[in-house]
């Protein structure tokens, strides 16, 4: 697999962030740049399939750009997973293209549980409908779409969430 981290910064400010995006100056991976660089690993890769290709950051949804990298990694990685790690602060700003985009360049959003509260409801009603695969990384599990639905949402996000020491001002 190939773990590509698009933004050094996040949009949370958890004490314990082994990536330091806490603390990190704002910064983007350059589109040029990735392309020029994901280019590279095309050729470098020849037959070979990466298997999955994982978007993280910080938090990459920070990227205004971010489905141009995505449409970018299918044309060039059309046989490997893509995966778009959030910690899912931003989703319930994105609006239904977003979602639709993702289903449409197949690519999976992995929401990392760290129970801020976002409207989990209009996120997950917008992945369903727009299907969207999407999933649930908390402390000890992945939690599978097909066991969220909207109707059992908020019981989920009870049982599921982990928290962390933040300090979101």
């Known amino acids: 697999s190939l ?8 949009n949370y400010n958890c ?24 280019k590279r690993i095309y050729k470098l890769k020849g037959r070979c399939v990466l298997g999955c290709i994982k978007l993280t950051g910080g ?5 205004p750009n971010i489905i141009d ?13 893509i995966e778009l790690y959030t910690n899912g602060l931003l989703l319930d700003k994105k609006d239904k293209s977003f979602f639709k985009d993702l289903r449409f360049y197949r690519t ?10 976002a409207d989990w409801k209009y996120i997950i009603d917008n992945c369903l409908k727009n299907e969207t695969h999407f999933g649930f990384l908390t402390e000890n599990n992945f ?5 969220i639905t909207p109707e059992n949402i908020d019981s989920f996000m009870k049982k599921s969430f982990f928290k962390l020491n933040l300090d979101l001002t």
Not at 69 to 81: C, G, W
């Open 108 to 117: 999976d959003l992995i929401i990392t549980n760290y129970g801020i509260n």
């Open 3 to 10: 773990s590509l981290q698009l933004t050094d910064h996040c």
């Open 69 to 81: 990298y995505i449409v970018f990694l299918r044309e060039y990685f059309p046989k490997e997973t």
């Open 143 to 147: 939690f599978d779409p097909d066991k």
């Open 15 to 38: 004490k314990y962030c082994g990536h330091f995006s806490n603390i990190a100056q704002p910064r983007f991976y350059d589109f040029e740049q990735f392309k020029k660089d994901l």
């Open 59 to 63: 938090e990459p949804l920070l990227l």
